[in-house]
Structure formats: structure tokens, C-alpha cells
């Protein structure tokens, strides 16, 4: 098992471009969620999602969006991205969303400029 | 949501159990306490969870006061690879994290 994957490890980008970060899972998690960590910080919800076809948003949605198609993948989408975006985005993923731990990504690290 | 309170950082000696506090008052009856950790710029690494009764698996141990208002976290021979950010959390639909507390272990 890889647990769960998070590409790319490190990305810049301009003000106002999008993009997408990509988690996949391979452990047939039904809850999947993204979480964003400034420095100094904890981490903040953005989305998540219960299964698939299903999505809600978390704490601080605003900016991004969130599709959830298959089981094993949940990408995040930068609409147009600002300086206020650079952070450390984990995915998260889990059996369920309550009664089990999250199985974390190794992170992706971005900055706008 | 019930809010949870950890000291800021504590320092423990290699080989000494670890044994970090936190103090969810606000705690309902049905809400799970549990416990992740950070190593440096890692993903969080998932611990521990308990309602009620006491936890322990192979990484650590649980303790939940009897009124549930509080709880510890027992690393019981703490090795300078337990240095990291640990996450006190109080599950209410949302796995929220804190500031956490910082943990340093010392040869």
C-alpha cells in the first residue's frame, strides 16, 4: 500500500494562475479531506468529502474547489491563486469520518508569487 | 464545538515516559478525544482515540478522567524520534487542530 499519495511535493506559482493538487488513496477510504498549514499553525479544513460524488466544504473553502469522481482520488483546484494561498496543503483520508484516525499525505508545498 | 487546551511546549528525557495533558471541558458524551502528532514538516501521523475507558496501543497510552474534562497522553519511553507537535483534538464532525504541544526530547 502507498497510503496516500499527494503530487507535486513542491509548486510555485503566479498570482492568478490555477492549478490542481492531486491525493490519491489506495486503502478503499471512503472519507477523503483537504487541510491547509500556515507556518507557525495548525491546520485549518478546506473540503472533504464522504464518499464518492459527494463533497462539502470546511473551515476555509473559499478559493478552492473539490471533485470527488472515484474512491481513490480527491483533487483540490486553485481557481485563481493568491499570495494568501502559500501554505502546506495535506490530504487526509479515512474508513469513516468519525471513528477512525486520517491517514495523512506527505504534503504539498506552495507559493504564490 | 468543545475546545481543547495544551501547554505550548514541554521537554521530557530520552528513555522517560512522556506525559502530555489536555483539558476539554466542554466535552459532550459522545465526542471522541484523540491524539496526532507532527514531526517537523511531516504529515500528521495519527496516535490515539478514546470515548470513555483508558487506550493503549503500540505507540502510546490514553488516559481520560473519569468526568472526561481532561485527558494525558503517555509515550511511555520517550526516544528523541517523539520530537514533534502533538494534537489534542475533540471530534465534532470535523477533525480540528490546534497550536498542539511541542515536545522536545532530550539525550
Known amino acids: 500500500n502507498a497510503g496516500v499519495t499527494q503530487t507535486p511535493k513542491f509548486q510555485v506559482l503566479k498570482t492568478g494562475q490555477s492549478m490542481t493538487l492531486q491525493c490519491a488513496q489506495d486503502?478503499?477510504?471512503?472519507?477523503m479531506s483537504w487541510y491547509r498549514q500556515d507556518p507557525g499553525m495548525g491546520l485549518r479544513l478546506i473540503h472533504y468529502?464522504?464518499?464518492?460524488?459527494?463533497?462539502d466544504q470546511g473551515e476555509v473553502p473559499n478559493g478552492y474547489n473539490v471533485s470527488r469522481s472515484t474512491t481513490e482520488d480527491f483533487p483540490l483546484r486553485l481557481l485563481s491563486a493568491a499570495p494568501s494561498q502559500t501554505s502546506v496543503y495535506f490530504c487526509?483520508?479515512?474508513?469513516?469520518?468519525?471513528?477512525?484516525?486520517?491517514?495523512f499525505g506527505s504534503g504539498t508545498r506552495l507559493t504564490v508569487v | 464545538d468543545a475546545k481543547t487546551t495544551q501547554p505550548t511546549s514541554m521537554d521530557c528525557a530520552e528513555g522517560r515516559a512522556a506525559n502530555l495533558p489536555c483539558n476539554h471541558s466542554?466535552?459532550?458524551?459522545?465526542?471522541?478525544v484523540y491524539w496526532y502528532r507532527q514531526i517537523h514538516s511531516q504529515g500528521p501521523q495519527y496516535i490515539i482515540h478514546?470515548?470513555?475507558n483508558n487506550e493503549t496501543n503500540e505507540m502510546a497510552s490514553l488516559i481520560i478522567t473519569e468526568d472526561r474534562k481532561s485527558s494525558t497522553l503517555i509515550l511511555p519511553h520517550a526516544t528523541l524520534r517523539d520530537t514533534a507537535v502533538y494534537y489534542c483534538?475533540?471530534?465534532?464532525?470535523?477533525?480540528?487542530f490546534g497550536a498542539g504541544t511541542r515536545l522536545t526530547v532530550k539525550p
Open positions: 478514546g470515548l470513555k
Open positions: 487526509a483520508s479515512s474508513y469513516d469520518r468519525k471513528n477512525y484516525g486520517y491517514t
Open positions: 486503502m478503499n477510504h471512503e472519507y
Open positions: 483534538i475533540v471530534y465534532n464532525n470535523d477533525m480540528r
Open positions: 466542554t466535552i459532550s458524551g459522545n465526542e471522541y
Open positions: 468529502s464522504v464518499g464518492a460524488g459527494i463533497t
